[in-house]
């Protein structure tokens, strides 16, 4: 039995595509035998969350969540890692985000081969836009016995020679295929306006790209009247993305749900929309898309996606099997694809939850974990 020490730089029940990853990754890996110590920063969850959270995780797995106490903030996560290492040292450890990574550097600098350390990249972390912080970060990549890239997108963002290094390997994100069949068992389908009913989960946020689906709504509301585009996530930039909406005159056609209580109230919303749309913008500071991991979950419920080129969402979606990928700023490729989509909805449903079961984390860390025993 395998025991782990996962530091990540957000995990559940706080929101996140890099805290859902290594929480699904850290019980896959309990699926297999392994134990599982978690160290993160859990943002935007009150207290009670947490508490509700931590008493729900299965047998073999823990988590302690990283304070948030000032200019101590960055010092004291420091010493929770290193005390963690020599109290209750791991067989592996696990790295996860921006600062873990940094940190895993600094594991590798500190105990030398002691302490193998694995790292998962998911693309903003990648490109850092202050060029200290992307030597730093890329330096600790160097440091690592294995590196691990949600898509090719984000390998290939790495400097060319280390993308091209052996110990660099690719493990698309998944979903615990149990979990949402329970989940799906107790879907209790949201009454959503309109028709077709569109949805987008994810921060509210340039990165995330609802500003594009506003943008192509007034050629997608000609073609269909009754179209809805429903938004679910922190509203973070929700001013300026209804301003846009006003501005162009289908604030009518769009609703803004706010953050989903839970994967439950998550699943609900999907029950009740039509089509998944993750238009992702590449972002000049270096915000980019990894993956997407919403789209696995829309598929699962049976949801096909429109998602955009140029980023990690080309490793989400197949064209004709769960969606179609398309020009984010192109709106006829947009209504093109919607059209596609709904004029084949049936079989395109049925396939793209066999996609989505064919990305389950029982099996990616089953992957994983075999890897690990040739580093």
Same mark, same amino acid.
């Given at each position: 039995?395998?025991?782990?020490?996962?530091?990540?730089?957000?995990?559940?029940?706080?929101?996140?595509?890099?805290?859902?990853? @290594?929480? !699904?990754?850290?019980?896959? &890996?309990?699926?297999? /035998?392994?134990? %599982?110590?978690?160290?993160?920063? #859990?943002?935007?969850?009150?207290?009670?969350?947490?508490?509700?959270?931590?008493?729900?995780?299965?047998?073999?797995?823990?988590?302690?969540?990283?304070?948030?106490?000032?200019?101590?903030?960055?010092?004291?996560?420091?010493?929770?890692?290193?005390?963690?290492?020599?109290?209750?040292?791991?067989?592996?450890?696990?790295?996860?985000?921006?600062?873990?990574?940094?940190?895993?550097?600094?594991?590798?600098?500190?105990?030398?081969?002691?302490?193998?350390?694995?790292?998962?990249?998911?693309?903003?972390?990648?490109?850092?836009?202050?060029?200290?912080?992307?030597?730093?970060?890329?330096?600790?990549?160097?440091?690592?016995?294995?590196?691990?890239?949600?898509?090719?997108?984000?390998?290939?963002?790495?400097?060319?020679?280390? @993308?091209? !290094?052996?110990?660099?390997? &690719?493990?698309?994100? /998944?979903?615990? %295929?149990?979990?949402?069949?329970? #989940?799906?068992?107790?879907?209790?389908?949201?009454?959503?306006?309109?028709?077709?009913?569109?949805?987008?989960?994810?921060?509210?946020?340039?990165?995330?790209?609802?500003?594009?689906?506003?943008?192509?709504?007034?050629?997608?509301?000609?073609?269909?009247?009754?179209?809805?585009?429903?938004?679910?996530?922190?509203?973070?930039?929700?001013?300026?993305?209804?301003?846009?909406?006003?501005?162009?005159?289908?604030?009518?056609?769009?609703?803004?749900?706010?953050?989903?209580?839970?994967?439950?109230?998550?699943?609900?919303?999907?029950?009740?929309?039509?089509?998944?749309?993750?238009?992702?913008?590449?972002?000049?500071?270096?915000?980019?898309?990894?993956?997407?991991?919403?789209?696995?979950?829309?598929?699962?419920?049976?949801?096909?996606?429109?998602?955009?080129?140029?980023?990690?969402?080309?490793?989400?979606?197949?064209?004709?099997?769960?969606?179609?990928?398309?020009?984010?700023?192109?709106?006829?490729?947009?209504?093109?694809?919607?059209?596609?989509?709904?004029?084949?909805?049936?079989?395109?449903?049925?396939?793209?939850?066999?996609?989505?079961?064919?990305?389950?984390?029982?099996?990616?860390?089953?992957?994983?974990?075999?890897?690990?025993?040739?580093?």
């Amino acid at each position: 039995m395998k025991k782990i020490l996962l530091i990540s730089s957000e995990f559940p029940p706080g929101p996140g595509g890099i805290g859902r990853h @290594a929480a !699904d990754l850290a019980f896959g &890996l309990i699926h297999h /035998g392994c134990t %599982v110590r978690v160290l993160s920063v #859990v943002d935007r969850a009150t207290p009670a969350e947490i508490d509700a959270f931590q008493a729900g995780l299965p047998e073999g797995m823990t988590l302690e969540v990283f304070p948030r106490i000032g200019w101590r903030t960055m010092p004291k996560r420091v010493q929770m890692i290193f005390r963690e290492l020599h109290e209750n040292p791991p067989d592996e450890v696990i790295v996860t985000g921006k600062f873990p990574i940094w940190m895993g550097g600094w594991i590798k600098f500190y105990f030398g081969k002691r302490f193998p350390v694995h790292g998962f990249i998911h693309g903003s972390e990648v490109r850092l836009p202050v060029r200290w912080q992307r030597s730093w970060f890329d330096d600790s990549l160097r440091r690592l016995d294995s590196i691990w890239a949600v898509s090719r997108f984000t390998r290939d963002l790495m400097p060319t020679k280390l @993308a091209q !290094d052996p110990k660099v390997h &690719l493990l698309a994100n /998944g979903i615990i %295929v149990e979990d949402w069949d329970q #989940v799906r068992s107790k879907t209790n389908k949201k009454d959503l306006k309109g028709e077709p009913k569109l949805i987008t989960v994810g921060n509210v946020s340039p990165r995330k790209g609802q500003h594009r689906i506003i943008q192509a709504l007034p050629e997608l509301v000609k073609a269909y009247p009754k179209i809805h585009y429903h938004i679910v996530g922190l509203p973070s930039h929700k001013e300026p993305f209804q301003a846009l909406a006003d501005s162009l005159g289908v604030a009518d056609h769009i609703t803004f749900h706010g953050k989903a209580a839970d994967r439950q109230e998550l699943a609900d919303f999907y029950a009740g929309s039509d089509v998944f749309l993750m238009l992702s913008e590449n972002q000049v500071d270096g915000d980019v898309e990894g993956f997407g991991i919403a789209i696995l979950e829309a598929n699962f419920m049976g949801l096909p996606a429109i998602g955009a080129l140029g980023c990690g969402i080309e490793d989400a979606i197949e064209n004709g099997v769960n969606g179609y990928l398309v020009d984010g700023n192109d709106h006829p490729a947009i209504l093109n694809a919607l059209n596609t989509i709904l004029q084949n909805y049936d079989s395109l449903s049925k396939t793209s939850q066999e996609f989505a079961r064919r990305h389950d984390w029982k099996v990616l860390s089953r992957e994983f974990l075999g890897e690990l025993i040739k580093v």
